[in-house]
């Protein structure tokens, strides 16, 4: 059996585990003046750059050209609300489609998107225009 003494420590130390647990902790950060200076420079050097990585999807790549045009046509009469645009990278002509900052929201237009054209995939890409981003 246990000893009454023992059940009383074991119960004090649960109830302060308990409640250290609960405290919420907030830490200050503070850094020299001139790492706190090449931070900031690094943040107004991001917010300026034109481009961004992200995601978008590829909706074809064909060598021909009238396909091109014909599937940009389709996709802009059946989702007007998304951005097309084409590349053309030797050989292939390639069609993409949205900019988008996370994967998961690309695949969700990527499956809408695949009902009516299979072929397309979800891509990443290293120089979006951020006017292009959706989210």
Same mark, same amino acid.
Not at 47 to 74: A, C, F, M
């Given at each position: 059996m246990?000893?009454?003494?023992?059940?009383?420590?074991?119960?004090?130390?649960i109830l302060t585990i308990q409640s250290i647990?609960?405290?919420?902790?907030?830490?200050?950060v503070s850094y020299e003046p001139k790492v706190q200076n090449l931070?900031?420079?690094?943040?107004?050097?991001a &917010?300026? !750059?034109? %481009?961004?990585? *992200?995601?978008?999807?590829?909706?074809?790549?064909?060598?021909?050209?009238?396909?091109? &045009?014909? !599937?940009? %046509?389709?996709f *802009?009469?059946?989702?007007p609300a998304l951005q097309a645009d084409w590349v053309h990278d030797r050989p292939y002509y390639k069609v993409n489609v949205g900019a988008f900052l996370k994967r998961e929201d690309a695949i969700r237009v990527l499956?809408?998107?695949?009902?009516?054209?299979?072929?397309?995939?979800?891509?990443?890409s290293n120089a979006l225009p951020k006017?292009?981003?959706?989210?």
């Open positions: 246990i000893k009454p003494r023992i059940l009383l420590a074991m119960f004090f130390c647990a609960q405290v919420e902790s907030t830490y200050q931070i900031n420079n690094c943040q107004e050097i &917010e300026n !750059q034109p %481009n961004q990585k *992200g995601w978008n999807i590829q909706l074809l790549s064909t060598v021909d050209r009238s396909e091109l &045009e014909y !599937q940009l %046509n389709k *802009g009469d059946l989702y499956h809408i998107v695949q009902q009516e054209f299979p072929s397309a995939v979800c891509k990443r006017t292009l981003f959706l989210n």
